[in-house]
């Protein structure tokens, strides 16, 4: 039985789909349909405006830079909450979208066990029990969802500060100040991940696709789910193949 969210998000990804359309090859697989897309590119939005507006608040040698970005400094103090408002109700809408791929397994523990190894980079492809998302991800997410909730609350008092008076309005600050560079970090983080790290991984937030070879390198679970196919067994095919070119080329 289907529950209010799923309904909620199935409706929205339907209205979306109908406005848009992923063309998807022979040799890719679909990883984010129009919907999400929209949403991670709004939310990320969102999150640049309130960032650099709250930058342009916070620190005086770069009010002069940002604030005219925004139409002045008072513009910008009256818009930053408007920005950092989108941004949580935007973010929200993405949690639940992506919350039951989100949801923490103990295939995500066994992740995090071998997290060095890849940072290392050890292994050329994920142990196939990674899934839609990998540990990392989720504690990625997670800890954004954690920080977006301070951010809003801690938010509340410093745009009301006669409301709540004094006290509350300096841990507002501080509270606000930690939650906003969590998130910078997050973002900056998230950036070389989604580049540098993984190449093929862009696209899938551009075109909503990727290769079928960056899917059972990355998430060998969701590659069986999607496909039916062995992604160890189809990778070790692919490495024949290559070997074999390389070789014909060579002789």
Do not use: C
């Not at 818009?79 to 919350?99: A, I």
């Not at 696209?203 to 990727?210: I, L, N, P, Q």
């Amino acid at each position: 039985m289907s529950t209010a969210i799923d309904r909620f998000d199935e409706g929205a990804r339907a209205r979306f789909a109908a406005r848009g359309r992923t063309i998807v090859r022979d040799d890719e697989l679909l990883r984010h349909p129009v919907y999400t897309r929209v949403l991670h590119w709004s939310v990320a939005i969102f999150f640049i405006l309130a960032l650099l507006s709250g930058f342009a608040i916070y620190s005086p040698w770069l009010f002069h830079s940002l604030t005219p970005l925004f139409g002045g400094g008072a513009m910008t103090r009256l818009l930053h909450p408007w920005f950092s408002l989108g941004f949580v109700v935007l973010f929200v809408l993405q949690v639940l979208n992506w919350l039951r791929p989100m949801t923490w397994t103990d295939a995500d523990r066994r992740w995090v066990r071998r997290v060095r190894e890849y940072v290392a980079n050890t292994e050329p492809v994920e142990p196939e029990y990674v899934d839609f998302f990998n540990g990392g991800q989720k504690l990625y997410f997670w800890t954004i969802v954690a920080s977006a909730v301070i951010f809003l609350i801690s938010g509340i008092p410093m745009w009301f500060p006669k409301t709540f008076g004094r006290p509350l309005v300096d841990i507002g600050y501080v509270l606000h100040d930690v939650a906003a560079l969590v998130m910078l970090v997050g973002f900056i983080v998230h950036i070389y991940e989604g580049t540098a790290a993984q190449p093929g991984t862009f696209r899938s937030m551009t075109r909503g696709t990727v290769e079928k070879r960056w899917a059972w390198t990355h998430h060998p679970a969701w590659y069986r789910r999607a496909t039916g196919r062995n992604p160890r067994a189809d990778y070790e095919e692919a490495v024949r193949r290559r070997s074999g070119r390389h070789e014909s080329g060579t002789s």
